[in-house]
């Protein structure tokens, strides 16, 4: 195997970890937001009101997020 090779081998190795950890990244990203979504249609699905003084619009909204 020639030099050459190698260092499109690890190019390319290092590549995939990148695109996996960006991926990774984005779905942990997402997670409160789908938490909070799920918990929302359990709670309309038991018909229950969410909890006094608790603001949905609020928690989705976080300037740090964008």
């Given at each position: 195997m020639k030099w050459d090779e190698i260092?499109?081998?690890i190019l390319a190795v290092f590549?995939?970890?990148m695109l996996l950890l960006t991926?990774?990244?984005e779905v942990l990203g997402k997670l409160p937001e789908i938490i909070r979504a799920w918990r929302q249609v359990r709670r309309e699905l038991r018909g229950t009101d969410p909890?006094?003084?608790s603001t949905p619009d609020a928690a989705t909204t976080d300037p740090s997020i964008e």
């Open positions: 260092s499109i081998a590549g995939c970890v991926q990774v990244k909890p006094e003084g």
